[in-house]
């Protein structure tokens, strides 16, 4: 994933061809022993209004290197306990997914787990995709009904822009 | 959060603050764009705030977008 400022790609083309990404976390070749499937719908996770568990999260060293605007500022609630965090806007895409760009999206900064994770997903991402996890065979999906077009990223750039 | 950072909207924080209660009658719910001491508007969503904002004073500033509500959202991180 990668994320820019919340500028250009305002009203880029998208197709209604549906796209998935699987991601395997152990054998492929197992298969689910789950035969029948109960879906058990949550719509209310008994927070109060004032607690959300929605926003996608970036590191500071992302917010940096892509110098995008502040433009508020919230509370955090982590592993140790609350924090205040800067709110950026910013725009997510997805390169190698086939998934549609968030052209315009407010994620907060704060410091993440690991150096290598510059961007936590947060249920105002999520909420655009089917995420199934199939937890016998150790699988995740996610898929999505209308996408962007694919556009090959310049020669020698990875998921940085560098 | 950083010093530095903490400066960035400090102006606009203090306005929206000042103002929350006034706002709060009869726009709870919408967006407010500030930059300085200054209303650019009310806005239904985020989107239509921010394209506001950034029509008016470009991608490389800051300003303000923030729903009013009467009390702060708190956000999970897990």
Redesign the interface.
């Known amino acids: 994933m990668c994320f820019s ?3 250009s790609s ?1 009203a880029k083309p998208r197709s209604s061809r549906p796209t998935a990404l699987r991601t395997p976390i152990e054998n492929q070749n197992r298969t689910s022993s789950l035969r029948t499937s109960q879906q058990i719908p949550v719509h209310n996770d008994g927070c109060p ?7 996608t ?1 970036l590191a ?1 060293e992302a917010v940096q290197k892509v ?1 995008l ?11 140790g306990g ?5 709110v950026y ?1 910013a725009s997510l895409q997805f390169p190698h997914s086939g998934f549609s760009t968030i052209e ?1 999206i ?1 994620v ?1 900064c ?1 410091e993440l787990v690991h150096p290598l994770f510059r961007c ?1 997903i ?1 249920r105002d991402v999520l909420s655009r995709w089917v995420f199934t996890y199939d937890g016998p065979v150790g699988t995740w999906q996610i898929s999505e009904a209308a996408v962007s077009s694919w556009v090959e990223p310049p020669e020698g750039s990875d998921l940085w822009g560098e | 959060m950083a010093a530095d950072q903490q400066a960035r909207l400090a102006v606009e924080l203090e306005y929206y603050a000042h103002h929350k209660a006034e706002w709060l009658a009869h726009k709870t719910g919408l967006y407010v764009v500030v930059k300085d001491s200054r209303v650019l508007g009310f806005y239904p969503n985020f989107e239509a705030a921010y394209r506001s904002g950034a029509a008016a004073y470009g991608l490389n500033t800051d300003f303000l977008v923030k729903q009013i509500l009467e009390h702060e959202p708190v956000f999970f991180v897990f």
């Open positions: 400022r919340a500028d305002f209004d004032r607690y959300r568990r929605a926003r999260i500071p110098g605007s502040k433009i508020d500022e919230t509370t955090l609630i982590r592993v609350e924090v205040k965090a800067d806007a315009m407010a907060p704060c936590l947060g």
